[in-house]
């Protein structure tokens, strides 16, 4: 069975995954529970007010130590304020205060900007064009050698805190990363408005040719990893951009909208089939008078451009991966955990379809890595898939 802080699933998954940032830095086990221990169980605003108090304070100590000389003290102490600023923001998501939601965003993004510059080495500043607007990313060199490189996918709302842990699991191995925020990701959603986007080829296309234009990038061993809703992003792109030498979907994901669908009464279903736009909202309408239910949703349909529930609906379809799996040549890593939460059973599907060579890796409760993308096993999970990107690339660390 797996450990429970809380009876509350979404706090529970929330306080892990926090957890599982600690082995890489992004956090201190006392700073959160002690933190954790303090609130009022479904109090959603008093957790962000709590992990915000806790990010200013860590902050204040960065700054201290920063302007002590410091600088590895000022770096580790920027790093936990800002993974405590992403906490307070994922307790605003549900809140259609954009401007709030922008400055907490900004708080993370402050910090993280000050743990890059004092990184060593740091983790240098890249420009990804894209049409709507330029893609924010930053690169972490191993030691400025040619390299193999990961990329890196985050989910539909992680903090680049919590892809961090990849970067410096993948340093470790002898690999470069490359993070950076794709259409309706942080700071493009609440700086720039710019919304995801299903086909993301055209989003790792212009990723590659960045990458490729280094000298400290081998060009024939770039990987594409992808987390959380990343995991559908990620094979998506394999489907069409063959410069990718190895994907990783943690977990796989197929059909995107089936954790929504799922959630919808046969009888609205129909009325969504049909294209029954005035009777489906009308229903949809009924079921978002719950205040709950509203947060959930302001939170789950901001980053599609529309809080429409027809639109928005409507645009799941597109992310799919049936028709294009199959089109993957490049090797896969699939992650499947047990217990995953959002999308049960995918990443098998997702095994079964791909054209190339698969390794589907289970995790399991008895190991601490059940839920959606092994909150609290990330050491685990990054041995493993640098373990089997170490038999499909051999020229890796």
Not at 17 to 24: D, N
Not at 34 to 43: I, Q, Y
Not at 191 to 198: L, M, N, Y
Request: charged share 20%; proline share 7%.
């Amino acid at each position: 069975m797996a450990y429970r802080f809380t009876a509350d699933d979404d706090v529970d998954f929330a306080l892990q995954t926090l957890l599982g940032g600690v082995a890489y830095g992004a956090g201190d086990v006392g700073e959160i529970l002690t933190t954790f221990a303090a609130l009022t169980p479904g109090d959603q605003p008093g957790w962000a007010t709590a992990f915000s108090e806790l990010g200013q304070r860590i902050e204040e100590i960065a700054g201290s130590a920063r302007r002590a000389g410091a600088r590895a003290s000022a770096g580790a102490a920027y790093l936990r304020a800002a993974t405590y600023y992403a906490a307070a923001l994922d307790g605003l998501l549900g809140t259609e205060d954009d401007p709030a939601l922008l400055a907490s965003f900004r708080d993370h993004r402050r910090c993280w900007d000050a743990f890059a510059e004092l990184h060593q080495p740091a983790l240098q500043r890249v420009t990804i064009p894209y049409p709507d607007h330029d893609l924010p990313g930053y690169f972490l060199s191993v030691d400025g050698a040619k390299r193999p490189t990961v990329i890196a996918i985050n989910g539909s709302d992680g903090p680049l805190t919590w892809v961090w842990t990849l970067a410096k699991a993948a340093q470790e191995h002898g690999y470069n990363t490359l993070l950076f925020d794709g259409p309706g990701q942080q700071s493009m959603l609440f700086e720039h408005q710019v919304a995801f986007r299903p086909d993301w080829e055209h989003v790792i296309g212009p990723v590659v040719d960045v990458l490729v234009q280094r000298a400290d990038v081998d060009p024939d061993a770039l990987v594409l990893w992808g987390g959380s809703q990343g995991g559908y992003w990620c094979p998506r792109a394999l489907a069409f951009e063959s410069r990718i030498a190895a994907g990783v979907a943690d977990p796989g994901v197929v059909d995107v909208g089936s954790s929504w669908f799922r959630h919808l009464p046969p009888e609205v279903l129909k009325l969504l089939a049909a294209g029954d736009k005035a009777d489906f909202d009308a229903a949809m309408g009924q079921w978002l008078s719950d205040p709950s239910a509203k947060a959930t949703w302001t939170f789950r349909a901001r980053p599609y451009g529309s809080f429409d529930p027809f639109e928005v609906f409507s645009k799941m379809r597109a992310y799919d991966l049936t028709a294009v799996a199959g089109q993957i040549k490049a090797p896969m890593f699939i992650c499947d955990p047990e217990g995953e939460q959002f999308w049960p059973g995918q990443s098998s599907r997702l095994a079964d379809l791909v054209g190339g060579s698969v390794e589907l890796s289970p995790f399991t409760a008895a190991e601490g890595a059940a839920l959606h993308c092994e909150p609290m096993a990330r050491t685990l999970a990054y041995q493993r898939m640098f373990d089997w990107l170490a038999t499909v690339l051999p020229s890796a660390g």
